[in-house]
């Protein structure tokens, strides 16, 4: 009797929350780089040592990196207009320095996105679901949690910088809830970095017991008169709480649940990275005064050569 040989592994898709990374760059790298007109330039060397590494470590063939342009215009603000309300907005030296970021993408011939109506988070999960019809899976590079809810059978998240990585199994011991449940779960306990009160007086441990027996937040709702009899401290006034605040729940929940319909720019799966743009490579280098290791590491990265200085 032949055995049937193993499946041929999926190919990898790189989905890079480039913001998360800009902003650790902003706040981590001394403020010594400046451009020729003496603009800041920390955040791009940060993010650019960041993107040379994952490139020099994985290669990847299929990558897209997304950029949060929504910050104050996200389709979520109208929805709730206090929705990140709580965030100082970018300064105009760091938004300067995105622009560079995502240029410094495009001349390496990454593919790169943004959208004024959704998040990094919504073109992520957009550009995932095309690309799983096609084949592959995907490998999100980011720490955010709201991003694990993403996560599929073959799929894993990478925490770039403590080099963890973690597939859809590995989600409830990280946070206490199954991959699939995430969205619930901030609708519940709510989500202070992004502003979402969830349900008061329901925090993270009660969110996470709640999930565990009735499976979704629509199966909570439609039992709700079966919490008060659930063996946890405060039962009953956890099923009090989530009858006077059901609406807010069911709000919280399309705040906290990424979207998969999201405009991709034209861009379209496999997502292959092209080639570089040498010339415009060349000019950022200038422009950002690199140092002769970064511009050897890029030329390295973009297969090209730069004229001799």
């Known amino acids: 009797m032949s ?24 706040h981590s790298m001394p403020d010594e780089f400046t451009d020729a007109d ?9 993010f650019a040592r960041f993107l040379l590494e994952l490139l020099e470590r994985e290669r990847p063939q299929h990558i897209v990196v997304a950029f949060d342009e ?10 709730y207009p206090a929705y990140k309300a709580n965030r100082d907005p970018a300064p105009p030296a760091l938004k300067r320095q995105f622009a560079y970021c995502r240029a410094l993408c495009d001349a390496l ?19 995932l679901r095309e690309a799983r019809a096609h084949g592959h899976r995907g490998v999100i590079v980011s720490a955010d949690k709201d991003l694990s809810q993403l996560l599929d059978e073959h799929d894993e998240q990478w925490d770039f910088a403590r080099n963890q990585r973690w597939g859809m199994a590995g989600v409830k011991a990280r946070h206490g809830v199954e991959a699939r449940q995430i969205a619930d779960y901030l609708a519940l306990s709510g989500d202070a970095v992004d502003n979402i009160p969830g349900v008061p007086g329901i ?35 956890a099923g009090a709480k989530l009858r006077l605040h059901r609406e807010q729940a069911l709000l919280c929940r399309q705040l906290s649940t990424i979207a998969l319909d999201a405009p991709l720019s034209g861009a379209a799966p496999p997502f292959l990275r092209g080639s570089a743009d040498a010339a415009v490579l060349l000019a950022l280098c200038e422009a950002m005064r690199f140092g002769p290791m970064t511009r050897r590491r890029l030329q390295t990265a973009a297969g090209i050569g730069f004229p001799a200085s």
């Open 38 to 46: 003496g603009w800041p330039t920390n955040a791009v060397h940060g």
């Open 70 to 79: 929504a910050l104050d215009s996200c389709f979520r603000n109208a929805i």
């Open 3 to 26: 055995v049937p040989a193993p499946a041929a592994p999926r190919p990898a898709l790189y989905l890079v929350d480039a913001s998360l990374y800009v902003f650790r760059a902003w």
């Open 203 to 237: 925090g993270a441990k009660t969110a996470a017991v709640l999930l565990a027996h009735f499976g979704s937040l629509d199966a909570l709702l439609d039992r709700i008169d079966e919490v008060a009899f659930l063996r946890f401290r405060g039962a009953a006034q």
């Open 109 to 127: 011939g990454l593919v790169s996105l943004s959208h004024s109506d959704y998040e990094a988070d919504d073109l992520i999960g957009s550009a």
